[in-house]
């Protein structure tokens, strides 16, 4: 399965794949102009964290015992779903049970919206919002046997 990996060594901290990210992913305008100026505000779902020179973009980590999938009140809302580890948003309750039993910090709760949001690595996009934002190339898009790692 492809996901985002980070070069952390790379990361200034410039939260340019937050900015992108919330954009894409949760904007009606698509547009950082337009983004800026709507109620409620566009929510990343990458978050960079630490200072500068020693920062960490964290999103999904697409846990193979994904607890947040465990967690979430499966008979009522059905809203993680396993296959692609992907928030059901329509059927999102706002329980905040996926938001807490996360240990990365990684699902981010919406109260403007009443939902959970986490990374689906823009599975509508052939790279991932983040990555093509990312001035240093911190962020990159692979399979785990392409990145060199086993």
Known sequence: MKRVWVDRDKCLGCKSCELQCAVERNSVSKKLAGAILEDPKPVARVGVFGPTGASFPL?????????????????QCNVMQKSDHVCAQDKCRGCWMCVMSCPFGAVTPIAGYNVALKCDACMHMEQPACVTACP??????????LMGRS
């Open 136 to 145: 240093t190339g911190a962020l990159v898009y692979g399979d785990e046997e």
């Open 59 to 75: 999103q999904c980590r697409h846990c193979q015992d994904a607890t947040c999938l465990m967690a979430a009140p499966m008979e």
